[in-house]
């Protein structure tokens, strides 16, 4: 199937922006933005889940409960997301690396389930991983679960509101072309601090 032209620079962004976000986890190198390679190291347990300031949400073992003004654990499994009923606490709180990939990885995974998928997953059976290489490893798939999905997609579907049923999302009542602006910029947004989590733990170590 040809690429819709309006959706090729879209396309372009989302692979450039998952590309260095994946590959400043995994290393050897980075792109550092202006075309020249700087050293990148696989991301580590201790990274995943640094908390730099006080009372930051994270990822947590189901046992331990929610952490500080969180109400619930997010997900399936021995691991859950912090999160909240109803209202979110004011104001936000800081969010770990462990945190903001699984939102990352759960919203990726779902979008392609919601719209090429069987349109049955949810936050409750979506699996939380409480590692970092398995965190990685999820992040990549749900990359390339999107991409398969959006590689599907020809000018009739990007035109079509609630093209995706997505449940969490404003997807109901958007063209599917608008989400897949939204998900580029999360993508990048959500890389970018990752990224500069990763150079402040660094940086307070001796």
Known sequence: MDTPPRLAPLLEQYDWGCLRLLNRMTGPEVDSGNGMPVPATMLTDDEYFW??????????????????RATLLLGAGEWGRD???DKEPYPPPFTTIAWRLSHLTEMLAMRADHTSGTRSMTRDTYVVSGDAPGAVAALMTAVE??????AQCDDRALDTIGYSTYPYGSDAGDMFIDIVWWVNQEILHHGAEIALLRDLYLAQRP
């Not at 679960?145 to 959006?150: F, G, P, S, V, Y």
């Open 51 to 68: 908390t730099p300031v006080p009372g930051a949400w994270s990822v947590r073992r189901r046992a331990d409960g929610p952490g500080p």
């Open 145 to 150: 679960d999107w991409r398969a999905t959006l």
């Open 83 to 85: 999160a909240y009923h």
